[in-house]
């Protein structure tokens, strides 16, 4: 079995997505071979989780209510110091590296809300702020559709699936509300970017949902993007649709690898992104069904397969993978990782 270690005192939390009393929060932690789990928190949907970047408090989206949550975790329990309406579907959540700034991306209603953070991590004033765009896919992109937030040298991006946008912001620490636009990056018309990655010497890399592609390009205005297949295989996708999604992009720790889930042929692709144009050297199977979240942690690289209950683990090597998908543990409908 691949081993997955952990430092001491640190675990692994998983939001378990659906609407069952067994979603929400969990935590585990390695016992030896075995791992041990227990349910911290009963959250609707619960759909990202992010941390603060200096205290114990850990965020979550609960789409079904649309709310973001608090949480304090210490001692294996997980205490409720507050909760925020996110002003529609909360898909993905983002903190500065300031913990200043907590910011919402609400896919359905084409917005983001701003949450300033007090010094203690809790929630403070909140702001809305409306995304426009649309896009060619009429079913798709026919408004601003924002999935995730990235905080970069200074900067907010938002990657917008929609409208075929990476929106950018710039971020004033002394005033986080009143973030300020400027011009953004246009992404390949059809591709609906989903998430997306820094890479080294200013370069970003996204996945193309709509257009089930890798697209990598410079963080300028003109990025002058390269667009591969997000995997190498063809015909219909083998769960819950017949097309093929990608979703979530991770790289490798010296950003000389991105690693792609496939959603639907339900693999994991690994790219060479040392040229211009990325590389495909490798694809397997997630070890499971609709690989949702990655979390590349050193030579490993975990999946959440939220259609099969299961957390998979994968060894990375320079040649893509050491060898198939390895089960590391179940959880009811894991749609997302967090070392914490």
């Not at 979603?23 to 390695?30: I, S, Y």
């Not at 639907?264 to 590389?279: E, L, M, N």
């Amino acid at each position: 079995m691949a081993a997955v270690t952990l430092e001491h005192g640190r675990s692994l939390l998983v939001a378990a997505r659906g609407t069952g009393p067994e979603h929400g929060l969990w935590q585990f932690v390695p016992e030896g071979a075995e791992w041990r789990g227990r349910q911290l928190a009963t959250v609707g949907q619960l759909s990202s989780l992010c941390r603060h970047p200096a205290l114990p408090i850990v965020y979550g989206a609960g789409s079904t209510r649309g709310v973001v949550h608090a949480w304090r975790i210490e001692g294996g329990a997980a205490n409720s110091i507050g909760e925020v309406p996110s002003e529609g579907d909360p898909c993905h959540l983002a903190v500065d590296p300031e913990g200043r700034l907590l910011v919402a991306a609400n896919y359905a209603s084409s917005t983001l809300t701003l949450v300033a953070l007090g010094d203690d991590g809790s929630f403070g004033d909140e702001v809305s702020v409306s995304l426009e765009g649309q896009g060619p896919d009429a079913e798709r992109q026919e408004a601003a559709h924002p999935h995730q937030i990235l905080f970069h040298d200074g900067l907010m991006l938002v990657v917008d699936l929609g409208a075929d946008l990476v929106h950018r912001f710039a971020v004033d620490p002394a005033q986080p509300l009143a973030i300020a636009p400027i011009e953004p990056l246009t992404a390949p018309a059809g591709s609906g970017p989903r998430h997306g990655v820094f890479l080294p010497g200013g370069r970003i890399a996204l996945s193309g949902e709509l257009a089930s592609s890798l697209v990598v390009g410079a963080e300028a205005p003109t990025p002058g993007w390269e667009s591969v297949a997000s995997t190498g295989l063809r015909g219909p996708a083998k769960s819950r649709t017949p097309r093929n999604y990608p979703g979530d992009v991770q790289r490798s720790v010296d950003g000389r690898f991105v690693y792609l889930a496939n959603r639907g042929h339900d693999t994991v692709a690994a790219f060479d992104v040392t040229s211009k144009a990325p590389r495909l050297v490798a694809e397997i199977g997630s070890g499971g069904a609709w690989p949702q979240h990655l979390l590349v942690h050193g030579d490993r690289c975990l999946v959440a397969n939220w259609d099969q209950n299961a957390v998979t683990v994968l060894s990375l090597t320079e040649e893509g993978f050491a060898g198939p998908a390895e089960p590391l543990f179940d959880c009811p409908g894991p749609g997302w990782l967090l070392l914490f």
